[in-house]
T-cell receptor
Framework: QKEVEQDPGPLSVPEGAIVSLNCTYS??????FMWYRQYSRKGPELLMY????GNKEDGRFTAQVDKSSKYISLFIRDSQPSDSATYLC??????????FGTGTRLKVLA | NAGVMQNPRHLVRRRGQEARLRCSPM?????VYWYRQLPEEGLKFMVY????????ESGMPKERFSAEFPKEGPSILRIQQVVRGDSAAYFC??????????????FGPGTRLTVL
């Protein structure tokens, strides 16, 4: 079993839809949870950085962490074609060593 | 307001040659990390460096791979005697803070290595 599991997709949604992206993990010591967006053949771009449980909102993006279920989510409201990318979740125990999911490919159709 | 810079963006090598990948961290960042991304796989941690020090190289293959971050100049990831299995995207990240606690890592555009 991988330490971090992420559905690879692709996930196709119409423009304006609410998108839900998820990761599950097995290591209860993870404390920091990150979401990155990666466009094709580009580097990952940090979207959200959260600590412990709860919600964090930034514009159209909301990150949610449920440590009791070992489950994290990223919600994208009013999705746009420009949101089409691969979304990577990453986690750490509070050190520099990030553990990444394999990424979910998202396509937002105009 | 330059981000993390990597060069070259694309590198083609024949088996047995050496590959040198360079990374300049964001301004104000002194912590550098190298990750490797294989097709259909997540990014895998390779090594963590500060200026003139290797802090953690637990993710680096024991042979042929080395990394440095000299006092002056960029960080270098060096792969000697490349093999086809080394073909991947190599990403560098940097952070302002280091080992523990809040540690936001910002990534460069990557170097795509192809070994013929």
């Amino acid at each position: 079993q991988k330490e971090v599991e992420q559905d690879p997709g692709p996930l196709s949604v119409p423009e304006g839809a609410i998108v839900s992206l998820n990761c599950t993990y097995s290591n209860s010591a993870f404390q920091y949870f990150m979401w990155y967006r990666q466009y094709s053949r580009k580097g990952p771009e940090l979207l959200m950085y959260t600590y412990s449980s709860g919600n964090k909102e930034d514009g159209r993006f909301t990150a949610q962490v449920d440590k009791s279920s070992k489950y994290i989510s990223l919600f994208i409201r009013d999705s746009q074609p420009s949101d089409s990318a691969t979304y990577l979740c990453a986690m750490s125990e509070g050190t520099y060593k990030y553990i990444f999911g394999t990424g979910t490919r998202l396509k937002v159709l105009a | 307001n330059a981000g993390v810079m990597q060069n070259p963006r694309h590198l083609v090598r024949r088996r047995g040659q050496e590959a040198r990948l360079r990374c300049s961290p964001m301004k104000g960042h002194s912590h550098v990390y190298w990750y490797r991304q294989l097709p259909e796989e997540g990014l895998k941690f390779m090594v963590y460096l500060q200026k003139e020090n290797i802090i953690d190289e637990s993710g680096m293959p024991k042979e042929r791979f080395s990394a440095e971050f000299p006092k002056e100049g960029p960080s270098i990831l060096r792969i000697q005697q490349v093999v086809r299995g080394d073909s991947a995207a190599y990403f560098c990240a940097s952070s302002r803070t280091g080992a523990s606690g809040r540690n936001e890592q910002f990534f460069g555009p990557g170097t795509r290595l192809t070994v013929l």
